[in-house]
Every structure is written in structure tokens, then in C-alpha cells.
């Protein structure tokens, strides 16, 4: 029973070990990422919209080589299955075209094309449309910015792994 015990008291010292080392290494990690967003916080504000305009910048949604037309069909096997896909991440599509070769553009650029507008009209008519699509357009853009913070989490979480297990 004794043996038992000292071997019990050597895993739990090895333990105590181990979770010292995984704080010190989590701690000197948000210290890095602290300064790294003190050294953001502390540019120009022309400099900080400029990069904000920069990541806000679609991106593709599959690698390249999986946007195209044969791709997708072995990936998603109708049409109607990868529009739906399409709709579950970006929203409500602004048309119902379903060819693969629109589809396959929508992956690729990560943004549903912008539906065209009819030249003409009176100033009052373009406001109130712009208006009714506003709220949709805010909620896109809520939608997909979410979607990057989870990327965003998941890529940090990634390399914080991989961090710790290059430290073991």
C-alpha cells in the first residue's frame, strides 16, 4: 500500500510539473498577443481602417482547385446541395441561379455576386431600396464576420497547440 502511494505522490508531482509549464507557456503566449495588439491599438487610424479594409476582404470558401465546375459536382453531387450550402454560409442568395459554373464563382470569390440594378429611376425610388436592403446587408456582413472570428479561434487554438506540443 505504501509503494501504491509514493507512486501516486510521483504522478501527482509530475502533474504539478506539467500544468506549471502549460500556464507559464499559455501566460507568455497572451503576453505576445497582448503586445501584438497594444502595437495595433497604437497605429493612425487611417492605417487601422486601411488593414481592417484588408481582411474584411472575401475570401474563398474551398481552396482553388476545388471551385471548379467537376469539383464541386464529386463534392456536392447536385447543384440544389451546393446552393443550399452556399445560402447556409453567406445568406439568402440574391437570385436562384444554380449553375455550377455561378456556383463555382461564388466559392471562389466567398461573396454572393452583386445582383445588377436597373439604370434609371427616380433618387426617392433608389433610397427606399436601398433602405429595405440594408438590414439584410448588415446581417450578411454580422454573419460572415462571425464566421472569420471562428476561424480566427480555431487557427489560434491551432498554433497554441502546436506551440505546447513543440515545447513537449
Excluded at 471548379?68 to 452556399?86: D, E, G, N, Q, V
Aim: with cysteine; charged share 20%; net charge neutral.
Amino acid at each position: 500500500m505504501g509503494d501504491l502511494s509514493d507512486r501516486f505522490g510521483a504522478l501527482m508531482a509530475r502533474m504539478a510539473k506539467g500544468d506549471a509549464e502549460l500556464f507559464r507557456t499559455v501566460g507568455e503566449q497572451n503576453a505576445a498577443i497582448r503586445g501584438l495588439v497594444e502595437e495595433l491599438a497604437a497605429e493612425p487610424p487611417a492605417e487601422a481602417l486601411a488593414a481592417a479594409a484588408l481582411q474584411a476582404a472575401p475570401q474563398s470558401l474551398l481552396p482553388p482547385e476545388q471551385c471548379h465546375p467537376k469539383a464541386l459536382k464529386a463534392r456536392f453531387a447536385t447543384a440544389a446541395a451546393a446552393h443550399a450550402h452556399l445560402e447556409s454560409i453567406l445568406g439568402p442568395a440574391p437570385t436562384k441561379k444554380k449553375t455550377w459554373e455561378y456556383l463555382g464563382s461564388v466559392f471562389a470569390s466567398g461573396t454572393w455576386p452583386a445582383p445588377a440594378r436597373a439604370l434609371g429611376g427616380s433618387a426617392a425610388g433608389r433610397s427606399s431600396s436601398a433602405g429595405a436592403s440594408g438590414p439584410e446587408a448588415l446581417a450578411q456582413l454580422e454573419t460572415r464576420l462571425l464566421q472569420r472570428i471562428d476561424q480566427l479561434e480555431d487557427r489560434l487554438i491551432a498554433v497554441l497547440a502546436q506551440v505546447l506540443q513543440d515545447k513537449t
